[in-house]
């Protein structure tokens, strides 16, 4: 949404394309409440997403270069986690499960030849 209006761009080819990205069940945690004995989170919403667990580069929220474990993508309607909050990865995955959030982004493609996505980088 920019400025209260959607700008995503659907086509058969993305629909087809984010029904073959998006198979991979994700629970996304966000922080409730943060005191001195710790995190509390909300309860968890599943999401569909990609995963690529693929460690690069990134930037956190404070622009200080952190090395990221991995990128999950899912619908762009879906919601955009905050940094700090967990997503829990399928335990069939072979990767650690429980990850925080290090950015967020809404990604459009700008053609609808590829999906609108949610773009999270995690640690």
């Given at each position: ?40 989170f ?28 991995g ?53």
């Open positions: 949404m920019v400025g209260g209006v959607s700008v995503s761009r659907r086509s058969k080819t993305s629909d087809t394309l984010r029904d073959l990205w998006f198979r991979h069940e994700v629970q996304l945690q966000g922080e409730e409440i943060r005191t001195m004995r710790g995190t509390t909300k309860p968890g919403e599943t999401v569909k997403a990609s995963i690529n667990m693929e460690s690069h580069r990134a930037l956190n929220q404070h622009g200080e270069e952190v090395l990221a474990a990128t999950i993508n899912w619908d762009v309607d879906g919601p955009l986690p905050e940094p700090g909050d967990v997503l829990t990865l399928p335990d069939d995955f072979g990767a650690k499960p429980q990850r925080k959030v290090v950015s967020a982004r809404r990604a459009y493609s700008g053609t609808g030849l590829t999906p609108d996505h949610v773009e999270v980088t995690i640690v």
